[in-house]
């Protein structure tokens, strides 16, 4: 597509229960990044897909996050029995090439509200 | 690790007058620094970038500086319009990561 797509745009979801963020980046961006963002916040980094290697994952706050990349395009972020401190917008980010040549391309996000 | 520290956290101006946002890092390895506005209910959107074999990159209203000796860069905004009112984050990246480490966001508010 002609952006980063992220789905839902607004989630409200109960304390306790799991959730799944999908972002669609864009075709043949082979770097897909996702970030969180809290009110009042900066953009704190969660994981990192380039093309077939193993993602990194030293951003994820707790065992509760997970993240997989299917096929190399679409990815998937589930937190499971989500806390009212999951509250937050969670960004996806793409871009061409992971190296330095290259800027992201960011969707809106989706906005988790835990309550 | 890398640390961006960003100031100031919220700027206003009157619509016309000039805009400073200015960030700081700490590892000297650095050498991309890319700066994005985020306007309400949307992602970031690189605006501009520079690595750190230039000093200054300028795109039409907007320009970036780097003092590498000082590890700082700033954004400059000239002739603000009130389309220019969003938050702008920076960013700083070594090399060899792939990870860029962003700055806290300014809060730009330009009065009509």
Redesign the interface.
């Known amino acids: 597509g002609a952006g980063v797509s992220q789905s839902p745009s607004n989630k409200v979801t109960e304390k306790g229960k799991d959730v799944e963020l999908r972002c669609d980046p864009i075709s043949g961006h082979t770097a897909l990044y996702w970030y969180r963002q809290s009110l009042g916040q900066g953009l704190e980094f969660l994981i990192y897909f380039q093309g077939n290697s193993a993602p990194d994952k030293s951003g994820l706050p707790s065992d509760r996050f997970s993240a997989e990349r299917t096929g190399g395009s679409v990815s998937t972020l589930t937190i499971q029995r989500t806390q009212q401190e999951d509250s937050a917008v969670y960004l996806c980010a793409s871009s061409l090439m992971s190296g330095q040549r290259y800027g992201y391309t960011f969707g809106s996000g989706t906005r988790l509200t835990v309550v | 690790g890398e640390n961006v520290e960003?100031h100031p956290s919220t700027l206003s101006v009157q619509e016309g007058d000039s805009a400073v946002i200015k960030c700081t890092y700490s590892d000297s390895a650095s050498?991309?620094f890319?700066w994005?506005k985020q306007e309400l209910?949307?992602?970031?959107?690189?605006i501009i970038?520079i690595?750190s074999n230039v000093g200054e990159k300028k795109d039409q209203r907007i320009a970036v500086t780097l003092n590498k000796t000082a590890k700082h860069f700033s954004l400059h905004i000239t002739e603000t319009q009130p389309e220019d009112s969003a938050v702008y984050?920076c960013a700083a990246?070594a090399?060899g990561s792939?990870?860029p480490t962003?700055?806290?966001?300014t809060s730009l508010i330009v009065h009509p």
């Open positions: 960003q050498n991309y890319p994005y209910g949307k992602g970031p959107q690189l970038d690595r984050f990246r090399g792939y990870i962003f700055g806290r966001g």
